[in-house]
């Protein structure tokens, strides 16, 4: 199983950026699905976090400026964020809760960088 993330970049304060995360492998399905942050010299932390059926929640990083959303098709997930400033400067990454047979595991991306500066 393998999760990669594109999307991210350099970008001014006030813009927007759109984040992907596509799963690849063989598996019977994908449960919860989440977008990680980690800035240097902080854990890693939540930022959005999406159901199968579409149930998001999101921590205080981007509550109210992110959207997550996914397509359980494609098996990619997506994380819309917008009003961008200074302290949403970090590495993000995705995890999956892969489901097989029997069993289920988290897996995670190596993740996109966000930089936000003027």
């Known amino acids: 199983v393998h999760l990669v993330e594109s999307g991210g970049g350099l970008v001014q304060p006030g813009d927007s950026l759109t984040l992907s995360c596509t799963v690849s492998g063989d598996f019977f399905s994908i449960a919860g699905m989440g977008w990680y942050r980690q800035a240097p010299g902080q854990p890693r932390a939540l930022v959005a976090s999406i159901t199968r059926g579409g149930s998001t929640s999101y921590s205080n990083y981007g509550k109210g400026r992110f959207t997550i959303s996914r397509d359980n098709v494609q098996n990619t997930m997506y994380l819309q964020m917008s009003g961008l400033n200074a302290d949403d400067t970090a590495l993000y990454l995705c995890?999956?809760?892969?489901?097989?047979?029997?069993?289920?595991?988290?897996?995670w991306g190596q993740g996109t960088q966000v930089t936000v500066s003027s």
């Open positions: 995890r999956a809760e892969v489901a097989f047979p029997g069993k289920s595991d988290s897996y």
